[in-house]
C-alpha cells in the first residue's frame, strides 16, 4: 500500500513556541492531505482539508492562525501549532489521498506533542 | 455526514470469526462505506471499503445491507494482532473522514 511519513513521531516543546510537523507521501502524488488530532482515548477529530496550492479548509472551530497548514508541493503538507500551550498537547495524525481516483486515505504514523 | 453507531467494545476469541457492525442509518447514496482500525498510539490502518455490493480483500469481508443503513465487517480468523479499535465511516470519494467512537475489539487468546 501507500506510504505516507510523519515528522517527528515525538517532540516536547516549551509552552509559547512554536512546532512544525511533516507530512509526505513516499511513492505517491497527493491531491489532498488532511490533518487530525486525538486526545487520549478519543476519537480522531479532523482538524482541517490540505490542497496543493491553495488554503487550507478548516473545520469549525479549529483556529487558522494558531494551526498553520501549508501544502506547497504534491509530496509535502506541513502543519504548524503557533505559541504552544499544554492545551495543544495531543496526537496528530495526517492522511493523504491519491491523485488518481481512489477512496481510500493513507495515515501517517502519527505525532505526539507535549507542550510543556 | 452520516452518523454511525457502533458497539463501544467488543471480545472475540483467537481464531475464531468476528462481526462487527456498524449502523449508519442517514447514509447518503454516493457515500463508500470505508472500515479502518487504530492500534494504540500509531495512525489508522485501512481495512476495507464498499459501496453497495459485498466486498472481500485479504483482510475482511464487508457485508452490506441491501438498504446501505447498516454493513458488518466480517474478520474471519481474529489474531491478536486484530485487536484495535474499528471505525465504519461513510464518506465520499476523496472526501474528509469523520471518525465516530468506533469498536474497540479485544482478542482473547
Known amino acids: 500500500g501507500a506510504v505516507v511519513s510523519q515528522h517527528p513521531s515525538r517532540v516536547i516543546c516549551k509552552s509559547g513556541t512554536s512546532v512544525k510537523i511533516e507530512c509526505r507521501s513516499l511513492d505517491f502524488q497527493a491531491t489532498t492531505m488532511f490533518w487530525y488530532r486525538q486526545f487520549p482515548k478519543q476519537s480522531l477529530m479532523l482538524m482541517a482539508t490540505s490542497n496543493e496550492g491553495s488554503k487550507a479548509t478548516y473545520e469549525q472551530g479549529v483556529e487558522k492562525d494558531k494551526f498553520l497548514i501549508n501544502h506547497a508541493s504534491l509530496t509535502l503538507s506541513t502543519l504548524t501549532v503557533t505559541s504552544a500551550h499544554p492545551e495543544d498537547s495531543s496526537f496528530y495524525i495526517c492522511?493523504?489521498?491519491?491523485?488518481?481516483?481512489?477512496?481510500?486515505?493513507?495515515f501517517g504514523q502519527g505525532t505526539r506533542l507535549t507542550v510543556v | 455526514d452520516a452518523k454511525t453507531t457502533q458497539p463501544n467494545s467488543m471480545e472475540s476469541n483467537e481464531e475464531e470469526p468476528v462481526h462487527l457492525p456498524c449502523n449508519h442509518s442517514t447514509i447518503s447514496g454516493t457515500d463508500y462505506i470505508h472500515w479502518y482500525r487504530q492500534l494504540p498510539s500509531q495512525g489508522p490502518e485501512y481495512v476495507i471499503h464498499?459501496?453497495?455490493s459485498n466486498v472481500n480483500n485479504r483482510m475482511a469481508s464487508l457485508a452490506i445491507a441491501e438498504d446501505r443503513k447498516s454493513s458488518t465487517l466480517i474478520l474471519h480468523r481474529a489474531t491478536l494482532r486484530d485487536a484495535a479499535v474499528y471505525y465504519c465511516i461513510p464518506t465520499k470519494t476523496g472526501n474528509q473522514f469523520y471518525f465516530g467512537t468506533g469498536t474497540s475489539l479485544t482478542v482473547i487468546p
Open positions: 492522511s493523504a489521498t491519491k491523485q488518481s481516483a481512489s477512496t481510500e486515505a493513507f
Open positions: 464498499g459501496l453497495t
